[in-house]
């Protein structure tokens, strides 16, 4: 099991960048596939973007490709969200997300834990 902790959200005027991280527990972290999720009020929980576990294979959102970008530090037990030239539509609570796989370039399609979220407010 891991549990996983966000940081990193605020309040930005678009155009702005902002760094989420979620740090994970545990000495296995380099066994889960990671993902980002958004929900903005009122909305369903939305794909952000994932990553695999070696890192070498990424998805992402049309609605941010191009603009956002996921990493991992499996020496630090983390996972980021790079966020660049943020629009107000990205406004939301956004939630970190594992999954243990067994493949090292599988990205999984759903997702087994959840961090409690961090809010990313962008204002126009």
């Known amino acids: 099991q891991v549990q996983l902790v966000e940081s990193g959200g605020g309040l930005v005027q678009a155009g702005a960048s902002l760094r989420l991280s979620c740090r994970a527990s545990g000495r296995t972290f380099r066994s889960y596939a990671m993902g980002w999720l958004r929900q903005a009020p009122g909305k369903e929980r939305e794909f952000v973007g994932a990553l695999s576990r070696s890192g070498g294979t990424t998805y992402y959102a049309d609605s941010v490709k191009g603009r956002f970008t996921i990493s991992r530090d499996n020496a630090k037990n983390t996972v980021y969200l790079q966020m660049n030239s943020l629009k107000p539509e990205d406004t939301a609570v956004y939630y970190c997300?594992?999954?243990?796989?067994?493949?090292?370039?599988?990205?999984?399609?759903?997702?087994?834990?959840w961090g409690q979220g961090t809010q990313v407010t962008v204002s126009s």
């Open positions: 997300a594992a999954r243990r796989v067994a493949g090292a370039d599988y990205v999984p399609e759903w997702w087994d834990y």
